[in-house]
């Protein structure tokens, strides 16, 4: 019986740790997109770069990863191993996720993360 509960002790010491750990890591993820936002001019974060749906359709992997908003191009590379709905985010690389990112799961900080991953529009 003391085995089983210290067992499970070391278990949830063991589960808190690795949360701790997941949080921290995405916590230095986001620092360092501030970092580089704010210590470059807008119009270094914010690209003048048009691409056409055939380009974007390129990127449709998961270590190649771009992604439509409303005629705006996103590179989320970076984030897909991060996405906390997982492999969700695949679902539309390469295409159109408007519909998708505008669901009910995503939180509203979703809208000013996003933008940290803009690299263009959509040429018509």
Request: glycine share 8%.
């Amino acid at each position: 019986m003391i085995a089983l509960i210290g067992l499970l002790l070391g278990f949830l010491i063991s589960a808190l740790f690795l949360i701790q750990g997941k949080r921290r890591s995405n916590g230095d993820h986001q620092d360092k997109k501030k970092k580089r936002s704010s210590n470059e001019p807008a119009e270094v974060v914010k690209p003048n770069r048009s691409y056409s749906k055939s380009e974007v359709s390129e990127h449709n992997k998961r270590n190649d990863c771009w992604i439509i908003i409303k005629d705006r191009v996103y590179d989320v590379t970076s984030y897909v191993e991060e996405h906390p709905g997982g492999d969700a985010i695949l679902v539309h690389a390469g295409d159109d996720s408007t519909d998708g990112f505008f669901g009910p799961q995503h939180a509203t900080r979703v809208f000013d993360m996003i933008e940290d991953f803009y690299i263009g529009e959509v040429s018509q």
